[in-house]
């Protein structure tokens, strides 16, 4: 178990609403990422952290932002939401170990309609 | 960049069987890990194992192996015994070694189910 509680589990919104997801982690890592998971896609990289206010971009983070100003909390907004950012959203770290493991959340199940 | 592929959709197994899955990858970078996550129903990702691009020997943890061809490009997964709790989806995944290599790449996984 890595620490990391993601909430709200479940989401139901419409289109053009801002929503913002949070990951949460207990054991001071570093490194924090957001990822997505659609049907016949895999997971993919939305955006992830490498320390305090410290960002970078995925290969799918348009619509998306995140924020991290503080250690153990990474969100994730959707500005304006649209139907195609209906997803699982999944939180991960990264173990601090030679493997550099990703551990992830439990997942929030997003529905935009 | 990097690609995994996973070309079987979906396996059926009988209970106490052995299975392999099976995943091909495809990178440029010299050094990089493979790594295997289980998704059973519930939704969870469950990290299973790791191969680095430079081990030896391929990486073993309890029932789960991983038969490691690096001349093949392939990372397959090997699971003895096979039990029903071992039903779910499977993924492979890559990650390049070094700054900035952060992206966990997927291949789109195999549902795997166990007959009793």
């Known amino acids: 178990d890595a620490g990391i509680t993601q909430s709200p589990r479940h989401k139901v919104t419409e289109t053009g609403t801002p929503v913002t997801l949070r990951c949460h982690q207990t054991?001071?890592?570093?490194?924090m990422y957001w990822y997505r998971q659609d049907p016949g896609h895999g997971l993919r990289l939305i955006h992830y952290s490498y320390g305090v206010k410290d960002t970078d971009k995925g290969e799918v983070s348009d619509g998306y932002s995140v924020s991290r100003s503080k250690t153990e909390d990474f969100l994730l907004t959707l500005e304006s939401a649209t139907s195609s950012q209906t997803s699982v959203y999944f939180c991960?770290?990264?173990?601090?170990?030679?493997?550099?493991?990703?551990?992830f959340g439990p997942g929030t199940r997003l529905l935009v309609l | 960049a990097q690609k995994i592929t996973q070309t079987q959709p979906g396996m059926f197994v009988q209970e106490k069987e052995a299975v392999t899955l099976d995943c091909t990858y495809d990178t440029s970078d010299p050094s990089y890990g493979l790594f295997w996550y289980k998704q059973p129903s519930s939704g969870e990702m469950i990290f299973l194992i790791y191969?680095?691009?430079?081990?030896?020997q391929n990486a073993t943890e309890g029932r789960y192996s991983l038969n490691f061809q690096k001349a093949r490009k392939s990372a397959n997964l090997v699971i003895s015994a096979s039990q029903l709790g071992d039903s779910a989806m499977y993924f492979c995944a890559m990650r390049g070694r070094g700054f900035g290599n952060e992206k966990l790449t997927f291949g789109t996984g195999t549902r795997l189910t166990i007959i009793p």
């Open positions: 054991e001071n890592h570093r490194y």
């Open positions: 191969q680095g691009s430079y081990d030896q």
């Open positions: 991960a770290i990264r173990e601090n170990n030679p493997q550099e493991t990703q551990y």
